[in-house]
């Protein structure tokens, strides 16, 4: 069975950070390249971030360039997002992707003072 289970999210102040992981299991991990997409409020699915199967290419959306940090495990089957410089606008359910479809059940950032 297919799983990715995210985990790390919660509340943070405008400014915080958050480490965001996902840990993969039932598929060939280091076969795939994995995204990280957010879901704010009222809003579509938005891609965020995306890594390679090796961890030697990353990409980012503007959004969110320079602030979030994509890398991935291979060892341990688990792709991790982390998040700096938090603003009240990354306030979303955050899901982890492998790239052919599979995705986890989502975790809950949410940035307020």
């Known amino acids: 069975e297919v799983q990715l289970v995210e985990s790390g999210g919660g509340l943070v102040q405008p400014g915080g950070s958050l480490r965001l992981s996902c840990a993969a299991s039932?598929?060939?991990?280091?076969?795939?390249?994995m995204a990280w997409v957010r879901q704010a409020p009222g809003k579509g699915l938005e891609w965020v971030s995306e890594?390679?199967?090796?961890?030697?290419?990353?990409y980012y959306a503007d959004s969110v360039k320079g602030r979030f940090t994509i890398s991935r495990g291979n060892a341990k089957n688990t792709v991790y997002l982390q998040m700096n410089s938090l603003k009240p606008e990354d306030t979303a359910v955050y899901y982890c992707?492998?790239?052919?479809?599979?995705w986890g059940q989502g975790t809950q950032v949410t940035v307020s003072s």
């Open positions: 992707n492998a790239a052919g479809g599979y």
């Open positions: 039932g598929f060939s991990f280091d076969d795939y390249a």
């Open positions: 890594i390679n199967w090796n961890g030697a290419t990353t």
